[in-house]
């Protein structure tokens, strides 16, 4: 005999009591269910939940639940109740492929990881993020090439610091590393404020301390 396949069927919606309604997601998943002759395990409702949120109550469960081999398909109404995000919705069917569990949503036409044109349309959604990161890499990369180009700072802002007490300090003979951990900043901060300002390497006859310049 053919083991009956396990489903788990999630339903959210965001708000409560603005005419959003899970029983209407349900209904609909449990009429797919019957048709394609699959257990309804149980449900997994996450009401007044934001999709935006990774981790929530339901969800956790049916993840837990999938990863203990308790249930062989996910069907959802539609992917936006899933994940918000083509990133979470993609870990979230990577999991699920590794656990062995599909992943269908009846309201979108060819996501349904049990046929081969379902999971290639995942790979496809994979495949367009994976272009729209690449993509927004290169944006900012090139972004950052005009702005230093223009002579604008980028990366971390400066650490502005009197440099007198550290002049006052490298002259009594500390070095470096000792000035740099009284003024609480790193000693490559440090030599780097001095250069810009003109003060770095020290004068001859200014006597430095060989050992913690070293260091």
Request: with cysteine; glycine share 10%; proline share 3%.
């Amino acid at each position: 005999m053919t083991k009956p396949v396990r489903a788990a069927l999630y339903a959210r919606v965001s708000t409560t009591g603005h005419g959003q309604d899970v029983g209407l997601q349900l209904d609909e998943l449990r009429q797919v269910a019957a048709q394609r002759g699959w257990t309804v395990a149980r449900d997994y409702v996450d009401a007044g939940v934001s999709g935006a949120k990774t981790s929530r109550p339901a969800l956790d469960r049916l993840l837990a639940d999938a990863r203990e081999g308790r249930v062989d398909v996910v069907a959802i109404w539609k992917l936006d109740r899933l994940a918000r995000s083509v990133s979470h919705l993609l870990e979230l069917a990577d999991s699920l492929n590794a656990w062995g569990v599909g992943l269908v949503s009846v309201r979108d036409a060819h996501v349904d990881t049990t046929t081969p044109a379902g999971r290639f349309t995942l790979q496809i959604l994979g495949a367009v993020a994976e272009l729209e990161r690449s993509l927004i890499r290169e944006r900012v990369v090139a972004g950052v090439r005009r702005a230093q180009a223009a002579g604008k700072h980028c990366g971390r802002p400066k650490v502005e610091m009197d440099l007198r007490p550290a002049l006052a300090m490298l002259d009594q003979g500390h070095g470096l590393k000792t000035t740099a951990k009284a003024l609480g900043v790193s000693r490559a901060t440090l030599r780097r404020r001095l250069e810009e300002g003109g003060a770095w390497p020290r004068p001859e006859g200014v006597q430095k301390s060989a050992a913690d310049e070293a260091a």
